[in-house]
């Protein structure tokens, strides 16, 4: 049962009969935020009072007479300058409830009242999507757990759901391997542990890429805005002797902040200065520096060289790829996570160009520089679609994704879910692609913030780089590992096996990073810590899946037999305050679903999880389950228990998390 659709409609009925148009309103229908107000408010009343000109307390009051609600709800009641607050009927939500505690009608015992959408959609999920021949990082968390709580939910709810992973296979940092290979690689480590010595040869070209871009382009740059800086300051000294106070007092402002600036520039300077001669009198490194000094090019070089079909670099691409694969996959293995396709950018190499004609045939893209661009209006940067020296760019390969997906799947929406650095590439994608003609199809940039350390900035590790995922979920689940051991050792008697306290800690240690990622509104940045995310108390996993196991220890406590407890028709008794709340809880999670599947974000989700689990929390204390005051009573409570147990464990699944049976 989706109550706040039902409700939605009604007041768009409700609505419209006021006055033509005002339907667009009835959004305005919210679950309320405190139980004083109702179990859903409508805050419709004040927008249309101001475009009606009528005071929004008369709109209220015609809206509600307007209402047809009488079945669902008590008599609406208006507070204040104009909210409708609702109340559910107590004898509607009971009945409504059981039904979905049994499921008896539908069959399915994982539906959870759960309305699958009455407009089923075909959408294209990108996500995860990383650059290979690096280890996947920190930085790939987000894309990877929000995207595959998305694909989940949206499944849940009916609609056609391909994911298709566009892993990064054909960027420049391939040519960073194959030169690495070709200057500094040791064939014993290749044959033993390929994808360790990629990475060290990709890190060891980084480095030198680095220093000699330090060294020529970015140390010179700084250097010249010094001076320029310098100078600027020079003559402001004269200004300084201005007559009028109040421009002295300007101009003495001005002064101040340029030299500030110097400051930073001169402190940034000193910084790429250190950095330099950390590399230099490094004994690995120093030696090579001189002996590299074109590397930038070089790189380039065999990037193109691959492109262009060169045999020996194809060669190599066709060795390293398969491990470089084989690693992601171990990721995603421990993840839980799939994808239908992993379409690579290399698997529209042969497109690029047949794109770049296409475009320029039709007057989209010109020439200009040298370089193909689309120009857009309002931006100052075209969309650069091929480069002077006549290589494509990811620009280029996201169009010819898009017009394979479009030909190969017609989807109605096409999601990607990746940084927010990207809107920018994102924005002129989509306005190229409706110029292209594929003007029906939904595109959306889901876009996320930042995963930053404790010290609010980028989470790195000590030495500067990037975390590497694989160690950051190891610790996550020796943290795990940690508390699961306290906890059962704390019992009277243990109650865990070796291998069942293992296997909680990996379900712990990884549920707790995804939900932590997914807890957060995604365009938010967050402060990565094992310590907030593995707290059994609070918005997190371990308390989700600590109030599962909670609740299903009733059971076995009890011997109760689930499955025919499932099949009892008795009316459920909501008597009791907590009762009623813990109900209302449990109605609201289809809506829940379909809020997260219209903005994408399933923060929604994690939200109303806690809300449930302290719902139940509340409802155990007060509502004694075992010991009930007689059978009917028990027999009801325990089904609202299996309820909230199989709810807390299909909310957390459709996160991507699993549960724990013992805590
Ligand atoms: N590989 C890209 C990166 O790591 C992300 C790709 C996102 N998807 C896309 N179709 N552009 O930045």
Same mark, same amino acid.
């Given at each position: ?10 007041? @768009? ?48 009051? =015609? ?15 208006? %507070? ?25 009608? #539908? ?96 890190? @060891? ?30 003559? *402001? ?5 201005? $007559? ?19 400051? !930073? ?14 590399? $230099? ?63 690579? $950018? ?20 010109? =020439? ?44 109605? %929406?096409?999601?990607?879910?990746? !940084?927010? /650095? ?5 924005? #002129? ?14 595109? =959306? ?90 707290? *059994? ?14 609740? /299903? ?12 407890? @499932? ?26 679903? $379909?809020?997260?599947?219209? !903005? ?36 009801? /409570? ?24 013992? *805590?």
């Amino acid at each position: 049962m989706n109550v706040l659709a039902d409700l939605r409609r009604r007041f @768009r009925a409700a609505l419209e009969s006021l006055d033509a148009g005002a339907g667009e309103v009835a959004d305005m229908v919210l679950p309320s935020k405190d139980p004083k107000f109702g179990d859903y408010q409508a805050n419709c009343a004040m927008p249309l009072g101001k475009r009606l000109g009528r005071p929004p307390r008369e709109i209220a009051q =015609e809206l509600v007479d307007r209402l047809e609600v009488a079945d669902l709800c008590e008599p609406p009641e208006i %507070a204040g300058p104009g909210f409708i607050n609702l109340r559910i009927r107590d004898d509607w939500l009971r009945d409504q409830l059981t039904q979905i505690v049994g499921d008896p009608n #539908q069959g399915d015992p994982d539906r959870l009242g759960i309305v699958p959408t009455e407009e089923p959609k075909t959408y294209v999920l990108d996500f995860s999507s990383p650059n290979v021949a690096k280890p996947m990082h920190v930085g790939h968390i987000r894309s990877t757990v929000i995207g595959d709580a998305l694909c989940r939910v949206l499944r849940q709810l009916g609609h056609r759901v391909i994911s298709d992973n566009h892993i990064g296979d054909w960027g420049t940092q391939f040519g960073m391997i194959i030169y690495g290979y070709k200057h500094f690689a040791d064939p014993q480590a290749i044959a033993t542990d390929a994808v360790g010595e990629l990475s060290r040869l990709y890190q @060891r070209v980084n480095q030198l890429v680095d220093y000699h871009a330090t060294r020529e382009q970015k140390t010179p740059a700084i250097e010249q805005q010094i001076v320029e800086l310098a100078a600027r300051l020079e003559q *402001m000294h004269d200004a300084t002797e201005l $007559e009028n106070p109040k421009d002295r007092k300007k101009a003495d402002k001005r002064q101040r902040q340029s030299e500030g600036q110097l400051v !930073d520039l001169r402190a940034t300077l000193d910084n790429l200065r250190n950095q330099m001669a950390a590399a $230099e009198n490094d004994p690995e490194l120093g030696p090579l520096l001189s002996q590299h000094a074109d590397i930038g090019t070089a790189v380039l070089a065999e990037t193109a060289a691959l492109h262009a079909g060169d045999p020996t670099n194809q060669a190599l691409w066709d060795q390293f790829l398969p491990a470089c694969l084989a690693s992601i996959d171990e990721t995603y293995d421990r993840l839980h996570v799939t994808f239908d396709h992993s379409l690579g $950018e290399s698997f529209y190499h042969d497109r690029l160009a047949g794109v770049v004609e296409e475009l320029v045939e039709r007057d989209l893209a010109r =020439e200009s520089e040298g370089a193909i661009c689309v120009f857009l209006e309002n931006d100052d940067a075209p969309f650069i679609i091929r480069k002077k020296d006549g290589a494509f760019l990811y620009a280029t390969t996201d169009l010819a994704t898009v017009q394979y997906r479009m030909a190969e799947w017609t989807p109605d %929406a096409i999601i990607y879910v990746v !940084d927010h /650095r990207q809107s920018f590439h994102f924005k #002129q994608l989509f306005e190229t692609v409706k110029l292209w003609g594929y003007e029906g199809v939904q595109l =959306e940039h889901v876009s996320f913030g930042t995963v930053l350390g404790e010290d609010g900035r980028p989470y790195k590790t000590r030495s500067g780089t990037a975390v590497g995922l694989t160690g950051l979920l190891d610790e996550a689940v020796e943290r795990a590992l940690k508390i699961v051991c306290d906890n059962d050792n704390a019992r009277d008697v243990p109650l865990l096996s070796e291998e069942q306290r293992q296997s909680n800690a990996e379900r712990i240690g990884i549920g707790a990073i995804k939900y932590a990622d997914l807890a957060h509104n995604r365009t938010s940045d967050y402060v990565f810590s094992y310590d907030k995310m593995l707290a *059994m108390n609070g918005n997190t996993a371990a308390y989700m899946q600590y109030s599962y196991a909670r609740v /299903r220890s009733i059971f076995g406590k009890g011997d109760i037999d689930v499955d025919s407890l @499932r099949k009892s028709d008795a009316k459920l008794q909501l008597d009791h305050p907590s009762e009623r709340a813990l109900a209302l809880a449990l109605l609201q999670f289809s809506e829940t679903l $379909e809020r997260v599947a219209t !903005d994408f974000r399933p923060n929604h989700l994690t939200a109303y999880l806690f809300e449930l689990a302290s719902a139940y929390s509340r409802f155990f204390e007060n509502c004694p389950v075992l010991k009930a005051e007689d059978d009917q009573q028990r027999n009801s /409570r325990l089904r609202l228990c299996d309820l909230t147990a199989r709810t807390l464990a299909k909310g957390l699944d459709l996160l991507g998390i699993q549960v724990v049976e013992r *805590m």
